[in-house]
């Protein structure tokens, strides 16, 4: 990995630091199959499909385009994870991760499409984590409204 592409390693401990995590991973694509939440462990984690925001909006005119990296993140101090919008069952299905964000003592995962994920917590406690080399892709993640160049 070249230098100015370093592997993100992050860890939220309040409000200010999850919207760190959840700006990094907005548009982040993660089977339904990669969620798991381990009571035993009081932890939630998924891998998610990462567009590398931080590469900048336009490659670089010697660049082969965007980029894209696997990315582990974890959840501590869970007591319950609550799924809306979509069933464990889906196991074919992907997300796209929308936002991040802090609500009354638990942690909302939100995603397109009106699916969500709620985790009560004792308090904020996630790390994330790059996996393995990031590859090159043509896409750049759109949502409604955003002006197209």
């Not at 035993?40 to 998610?48: H, I």
């Not at 990315?71 to 809306?84: K, M, N, Q």
Request: net charge negative.
């Amino acid at each position: 990995m070249a230098p100015d592409s370093a592997a993100l390693k992050l860890r939220a401990e309040d409000d200010e630091d999850l919207a760190v995590i959840s700006a990094c991973l907005q548009d982040a694509l993660v089977p339904v199959r990669d969620l798991a939440f381990v009571p035993e462990d009081r932890a939630f984690l998924f891998v998610a499909n990462r567009f590398r925001w931080e590469g900048g909006l336009r490659p670089a005119p010697d660049e082969s385009g965007y980029q894209r990296t696997l990315c582990g993140i974890t959840f501590s101090e869970v007591t319950t994870a609550a799924y809306s919008g979509f069933r464990r069952s889906e196991a074919g299905r992907i997300l796209s991760l929308l936002a991040i964000r802090s609500a009354n003592g638990a942690i909302l995962l939100e995603f397109s499409g009106g699916a969500a994920i709620r985790l009560e917590v004792g308090r904020i406690l996630c790390h994330a984590r790059d996996i393995g080399e990031p590859w090159p892709t043509q896409w750049q993640p759109c949502h409604d409204g955003d002006e197209r160049a």
